[in-house]
């Protein structure tokens, strides 16, 4: 069906579509980055219309969903059909008799990642793997299908069980299968699990890390109530972190309880962000601390139901709104026999005899408990609440980064927009997702504390970043918020290696399968020609081929190929297209059998000097970059991927808005894009839905004449 109007004077755009209830398959995103379908409407000739906007029709029990003054439609968040239509209308407001519909269809998505989102498995091993669909009633179901990558439907290793569904009118549609790992695994590698919904769009997926040496972890354990006394990198977060609608919470979340730290008396608190503990500067002094946080237990505060467990009291937070802050972190005075006094952190030990990983305490005994500083392409592991026990590398240091901050947990209350100096960033896929605020960052070799886990997000290509305050400025700070100006220092043991759990990292592999227009190509040829006036092999350039960008994925490149042992000066860029720098001997080069991009593990270090005068560069442009340039958040120091023996400004760009042009170079740097949404703070989130299958009620306050159910684990950004 297309659009049509009730005469020749209005028309409205798009016409039919199909969309699903967590809006896979819409056009646009509002201010705050949600997902929306935007509609327009115009006169004969093209132009804007003046019009009022409303939907009809719908789901007889969620409605038909919300458009705005604008023409920003959101869906409802449930459905109780497998698919039904909205008809958005647009009334000319000089004249309401003039109309013009379109007809939206919907169908369920997903309500959260398929649980869980990752986990390791040895020769053998199986998980049970769990979605949800925002249907109630209906007769979909969730597809599992095994595959080679996140959003394909055939190959992967292992093998899959039969799908167990359950379907009422009071639950959303849950459905279940059991993976298992092959008899024997080669080397580690990653499979995966897709969900995909009947009749939509929406995918998801769990990615499931084969190794041979038998090691199993499912990041559901830390999600789960841990007995006394409980261990960090779990679930937690303040009792009051919740929304109400009139006495009754309508949703609510959480973080992860980090680590545990101790002043110069020996009195031991919690360590966590400050959204998590503090709720975004909007706790008090004394707040109650739980474990799990609400998100695993219906959104029920501890004394309003069974479940959750004091485990601490606020103590101090780094006020978000002072200028003076550079750190998202709080702790909270841990009560009595309630958390490990060695201050042992979930999987962070060595492998059990049943594959599964020990707990342990952080090492601190070579920096005695003050941490240690991130260097480039150190690799760190993390435990949290949602994604366990990862592993990743850091990518860029001295990083000033603007995070938006809200007074809710649905993030519809703008708090303010803080700006960080002196970040680090780690990368790698699955590294971190919503619900890990507040986790130890750790070095892999020793445990080390690095820093402290607080935004992150997935990029263009589906890599995570996590973004972390550095270990010595958490407790530097937090020192002057302790009454007598005791020192903390972190409480661990001696250092000790971490069963390092990787995913992988797959940002050049993403922007070498990216399709390169005929404008790019026409443009790389001119650069082509250009270049050939380079080689000169006893120089050390010994030939050009055409190739992809990884600094700016979607982006055409030269690729040179040096004598490593020369190591000659190569051009940023030739006639505007950005130099790959490849090391090959003159044989490959000139056979043209030389690989297009630098083989894994040959990142060289960068030496001190070089790093240091590329921070001096940063400091000097950044302010003005992200002023000037609103689509910038985000500017660091980190290796160009296109040529790894230089820095680079690494950029993270606002994907909704998008400059025209992405420089080759700043301030005489190579750059390095990471397109992406606006970075977020990165506690689990829980929505509301009227189902009493596997919730049960619960009221703050008196009790509240309309009731809403809970559903348990629905982590969103």
């Given at each position: 069906m297309t659009a049509h109007s009730t005469n020749s004077m209005l028309s409205i755009s798009p016409g039919a579509s199909v969309i699903d209830t967590n809006c896979s398959g819409c056009n646009g995103k509002n201010s705050h980055g949600t997902p929306v379908h935007r509609f327009s409407a115009t006169v004969p000739g093209g132009e804007a219309a003046a019009v009022t906007w409303s939907v009809s029709g719908g789901d007889p029990a969620a409605g038909a969903g919300n458009i705005s003054a604008?023409?920003?439609?959101t869906p409802p968040n449930y459905l109780s059909r497998d698919r039904v239509d909205v008809v958005v209308t647009a009334a000319l407001k000089s004249n309401p008799g003039v109309r013009a519909d379109s007809v939206l269809t919907l169908t369920p998505g997903f309500l959260q990642p398929l649980t869980p989102e990752n986990a390791a498995l040895g020769p053998g091993g199986s998980v049970t793997i769990a979605g949800y669909l925002a249907e109630a009633g209906g007769s979909n179901e969730i597809h599992f299908a095994l595959s080679n990558t996140p959003i394909g439907d055939s190959g992967g290793e292992g093998s899959l069980g039969p799908v167990n569904c359950q379907r009422t009118h009071r639950a959303f549609t849950s459905c279940s299968v059991v993976y298992t790992a092959p008899p024997a695994v080669a080397s580690t590698g990653v499979t995966y699990v897709v969900g995909s919904a009947p009749g939509s769009a929406a995918r998801t997926e769990t990615a499931i890390l084969l190794n041979a040496p038998g090691v199993a972890s499912n990041p559901a354990t830390h999600q789960n109530a841990l007995a006394f006394p409980t261990l960090l990198g779990s679930s937690?977060?303040?009792?009051?972190?919740?929304?109400?609608?009139?006495?009754?919470i309508v949703d609510c979340c959480s973080g992860t309880l980090g680590a545990l730290v101790k002043?110069?008396?020996?009195?031991?608190y919690l360590l966590s962000n400050n959204h998590v503990l503090a709720r975004s500067d909007q706790a008090s002094v004394g707040d109650t601390i739980v474990q799990p946080g609400l998100i695993d237990n219906n959104c029920t505060p501890n004394g309003d139901g069974p479940g959750t467990v004091p485990v601490g009291a606020l103590t101090a937070w780094l006020p978000l709104h002072s200028p003076q802050t550079n750190a998202d972190a709080a702790i909270a005075q841990v009560a009595s026999h309630t958390i490990d006094p060695s201050g042992s952190i979930l999987e962070l030990g060595s492998r059990l005899a049943d594959g599964t990983l020990a707990s342990a305490p952080p090492?601190?005994?070579?920096?005695?408990?003050?941490?240690?500083s991130a260097t480039l392409q150190l690799r760190v592991a993390k435990s949290g609440r949602t994604t366990g026990l990862t592993c990743g590398r850091v990518t860029a240091l001295d990083l000033d980064v603007a995070v938006d901050y809200y007074r809710d947990c649905a993030e519809t209350?703008?708090?303010?927009?803080?700006?960080?100096?002196?970040?680090?960033?780690?990368?790698?896929?699955r590294f971190s997702d919503a619900g890990d605020s507040g986790a130890l960052v750790v070095d892999s070799v020793n445990a080390e504390p690095v820093g402290l886990f607080f935004a992150g997000g997935i990029d263009a290509d589906g890599v995570s970043h996590a973004i972390a305050n550095s270990a010595a400025d958490v407790l530097n700070e937090l020192s002057g918020q302790i009454p007598g100006g005791s020192e903390l220092s972190f409480v661990g043991t001696q250092d000790h290696e971490v069963s390092c759990l990787s995913y992988g990292d797959s940002s050049s592999s993403a922007a070498q399968s990216k399709t390169l227009s005929g404008s790019e190509i026409a443009k790389q040829q001119q650069a082509m020609a250009l270049a050939r006036g380079l080689v000169n092999q006893s120089a050390g350039i010994l030939g050009i081929a055409p190739g992809k960008s990884t600094d700016q994925p979607g982006a055409p490149a030269v690729v040179v190929y040096i004598d490593?042992?020369?190591?000659?000066?190569?051009?940023?860029s030739i006639g505007g297209v950005r130099t790959i720098v490849v090391p090959a001997d003159l044989r490959a080069a000139t056979l043209g059998s030389a690989p297009m991009i630098a083989a894994a593990g040959t990142t060289p270090q960068l030496s001190p000097s070089a790093l240091a005068t590329a921070i001096a560069s940063k400091r000097r442009v950044s302010?003005?970059?992200?002023?000037?340039?609103?689509?910038?958040f985000g500017i660091g120091v980190g290796q160009s991927l296109d040529d790894p023996r230089q820095a680079a400004l690494v950029v993270y760009v606002d994907r909704n808005r998008m400059p025209s042009e992405l420089p080759a170079t700043l301030a005489g740097m190579r750059t390095r894009y990471i397109v992406m949404?606006?970075?977020?703070?990165?506690?689990?989130?829980?929505q509301a839905f009227p189902a009493a299958h596997h919730c049960v009620p619960h009221e703050t306050g008196n009790q509240a004449a309309d009731r809403l159910w809970i559903p348990q684990g629905i982590d969103l950004p």
């Open positions: 604008t023409g920003q439609y937690g977060g303040n009792n009051n972190d919740f929304d109400e609608k009139g006495n009754t002043d110069d008396t020996g009195r031991e090492g601190t005994s070579s920096s005695q408990g003050k941490g240690e209350k703008p708090y303010l927009t803080k700006t960080f100096r002196g970040q680090f960033a780690v990368s790698g896929d490593p042992a020369s190591s000659p000066n190569v051009p940023s302010r003005a970059l992200m002023q000037q340039n609103p689509a910038f949404d606006r970075l977020h703070v990165t506690r689990s989130y829980a």
